[in-house]
T-cell receptor, first 115, second 115 residues
């Protein structure tokens, strides 16, 4: 158990809908990263939040957004869903702003299926 | 931009046989390298990492990886695999850019240990 929790575990929805994925980092960790894992794209970095502020965006679509709340949990919002958004979404946390050698601790993921 | 290449998408091997999972990276600066393992229906777990110092790093469950700067490689090896090692293995490099540190992952190698 990494100490990172994600809810829900599974999510099935229809095209055009909007969903929210939630992540609670390890106790004491200030950084939350979101990754998307799909068969065709592999593991892709989406976005990084540190202590409530967005630090960087990766390959994140404009239909997707995220935020980190004062209690440090984070939510990833996916809207106008398309079939191709079906994937496993992971969040990871690390202490501080993250560093080159810092280990990131991954949650169990949320499997999103768009029908 | 940094990149990670895992040439083998799947590696079948018999139990108690040795295995090598290959990872090559591209970087012109100092690198920090990681191997993560993903067991079925689980999140990623850190297996081992190279930050500096000895080029040979080891995990608690018998895996080891050697950082080879001249060949830009960080191959993962185990002298004798077990059925329980069946999983997907991801090589990653820590990348600094746009004000954040994030992982760049390879496409993964699925290790299948056969009885």
């Amino acid at each position: 158990d990494s100490g990172v929790t994600q809810t829900p575990k599974h999510l099935i929805t229809a095209t055009g809908q909007r969903v929210t994925l939630r992540c609670s980092p390890r106790s004491g960790d200030l950084s939350v990263y979101w990754y998307q894992q799909s068969l065709d794209q592999g593991l892709q970095f989406l976005i990084h939040y540190y202590n409530g502020e967005e630090r960087a965006k990766g390959n994140i679509l404009e239909r997707f957004s995220a935020q980190q709340f004062p209690d440090l949990h984070s939510e990833l919002n996916l809207s106008s869903l398309e079939l191709g958004d079906s994937a496993l979404y992971f969040c990871a946390s690390t202490w501080g702003a993250g560093g080159m050698g810092n280990e990131q601790f991954f949650g169990p993921g949320t499997r999103l299926t768009v029908l | 931009a940094q990149s990670v290449t895992q040439l083998d998408s799947q590696v079948p091997v018999f139990e108690e046989a040795p295995v090598e999972l290959r990872c090559n990276y591209s970087s012109s600066v100092s690198v920090y390298l990681f191997w993560y393992v993903q067991y079925p229906n689980q999140g990623l777990q850190l297996l081992l990492k190279y930050l500096s110092g000895s080029t040979l790093v080891k995990s608690i469950n018998g895996f080891e990886a050697e950082f080879n700067k001249s060949q830009t490689s960080f191959h993962l090896r185990k002298p004798s695999v077990h059925i329980s090692d069946t999983a997907e293995y991801f090589c990653a490099v820590s990348d600094q850019g746009s004000g954040t540190y994030k992982y760049i992952f390879g496409t993964g190698t699925r290790l299948k240990v056969l009885a």
